[in-house]
């Protein structure tokens, strides 16, 4: 009797704990998230280290044009420091959801299909396609089409990028694509010949390139743009879809920088123009998400 006494009473013990520890957890979920950012000073941003969107530098100091916009907004809000949290591309919305961060800022393509798991901040950046392939092009690759057209080459692809989407509409098969965790990854897939070619957004690729072994690979110059819905992408930071205060908080701040003209100079340094990678100030989320303008 006195063994199921007290497993009892431990019984009651721990379903007071977790009555408590469950108070708390919704206590907490109530707050307003901006203002609890705002006294911290502090944000969580997560990224994928793709450049020159957002990346570690080799002090370890979070850089790219995706991450100088978000710095701005956040520190117009009054949020100082910014950290960043290192995730593969394909796992930055299921980290913004699960809570491991307070926003993506990675220069992420906006999409439909995005839309529906997260919401996105208003487009910060446009930006086009590229093509990596061996030294010489020896498959004579110069569009996605030309992929489609021979069912023996293989493309190696970051996991969770709109590209998969774009390859697959141009009428590359499945089979035909490699799905790879990163862009060194799918460097490494071309080098080593298990891939003929590798794709990914134009800026990305060209400078990653650049600290890859050049001597094995080849940046495709004319390379031709696909036609079709999503092409050009427009960039934007993401936030969990409850989170609308700050998300429309950072989007109030976010214009204010797009009418006085202000993107150019955070994006140029990571090697974007004006005149090709600024998004029309008229150009919303909405339309976009809904395919208005996809």
């Given at each position: 009797?006195?063994?199921?006494?007290?497993?009892?009473?431990?019984?009651?013990?721990?379903?007071?704990?977790?009555?408590?520890?469950?108070?708390?957890?919704?206590?907490?979920?109530?707050?307003?998230?901006?203002?609890?950012?705002?006294?911290?000073?502090?944000?969580?941003?997560?990224?994928?280290?793709?450049?020159?969107?957002?990346?570690?530098?080799?002090?370890?100091?979070?850089?790219?044009?995706?991450?100088?916009?978000?710095?701005?907004?956040?520190?117009?809000?009054?949020?100082?420091?910014?950290?960043?949290?290192?995730?593969?591309?394909?796992?930055?919305?299921?980290?913004?959801?699960?809570?491991?961060?307070?926003?993506?800022?990675?220069?992420?393509?906006?999409?439909?299909?995005?839309?529906?798991?997260?919401?996105?901040?208003?487009?910060?950046?446009?930006y086009g396609e590229g093509l990596i392939v061996a030294t010489g092009n020896p498959m004579n690759l110069r569009s996605y089409k030309d992929v489609a057209d021979n069912p023996d080459i293989k493309i190696a692809v970051m996991s969770g990028a709109t590209e998969?989407?774009?390859?697959?509409?141009?009428?590359v098969a499945e089979n035909q694509i490699m799905k790879v965790p990163d862009i060194p990854a799918s460097f490494s897939a071309v080098e080593s010949g298990r891939a003929h070619a590798t794709t990914g957004t134009e800026m990305t690729i060209k400078m990653a390139?650049?600290?890859?072994?050049?001597?094995?690979?080849?940046?495709?110059?004319?390379?031709?743009?696909?036609?079709?819905?999503?092409?050009?992408?427009?960039?934007?930071?993401?936030?969990?879809?409850?989170?609308?205060?700050?998300?429309?908080?950072?989007?109030?701040?976010?214009?204010?920088?797009?009418?006085?003209?202000?993107?150019?100079?955070?994006?140029?340094?990571?090697?974007?123009?004006?005149?090709?990678?600024?998004?029309?100030?008229?150009?919303?989320?909405?339309?976009?998400?809904?395919?208005?303008?996809?």
């Amino acid at each position: 009797m006195r063994k199921i006494s007290l497993l009892v009473m431990l019984f009651g013990i721990l379903l007071l704990l977790a009555a408590c520890g469950s108070e708390e957890k919704v206590e907490t979920d109530e707050k307003n998230v901006l203002e609890q950012l705002q006294k911290a000073g502090k944000v969580k941003v997560g990224f994928a280290n793709e450049k020159p969107y957002a990346y570690e530098d080799d002090d370890g100091e979070l850089k790219g044009a995706a991450v100088e916009i978000a710095k701005q907004v956040l520190h117009n809000l009054g949020i100082k420091e910014v950290e960043g949290h290192l995730s593969d591309f394909g796992n930055l919305i299921p980290g913004l959801n699960a809570g491991k961060f307070d926003l993506i800022t990675a220069g992420m393509a906006i999409t439909p299909d995005r839309c529906k798991n997260a919401a996105f901040g208003e487009p910060e950046i446009q930006y086009g396609e590229g093509l990596i392939v061996a030294t010489g092009n020896p498959m004579n690759l110069r569009s996605y089409k030309d992929v489609a057209d021979n069912p023996d080459i293989k493309i190696a692809v970051m996991s969770g990028a709109t590209e998969i989407d774009f390859l697959l509409r141009e009428g590359v098969a499945e089979n035909q694509i490699m799905k790879v965790p990163d862009i060194p990854a799918s460097f490494s897939a071309v080098e080593s010949g298990r891939a003929h070619a590798t794709t990914g957004t134009e800026m990305t690729i060209k400078m990653a390139l650049e600290s890859a072994n050049k001597d094995k690979l080849e940046f495709v110059n004319d390379f031709e743009q696909p036609k079709i819905e999503g092409n050009p992408s427009f960039g934007a930071a993401a936030f969990r879809i409850d989170n609308v205060e700050l998300r429309e908080a950072y989007n109030a701040e976010l214009t204010k920088l797009k009418k006085e003209g202000k993107i150019a100079a955070l994006i140029e340094p990571s090697g974007f123009s004006a005149e090709m990678n600024v998004v029309d100030v008229d150009l919303t989320t909405a339309s976009i998400c809904s395919g208005e303008n996809y």
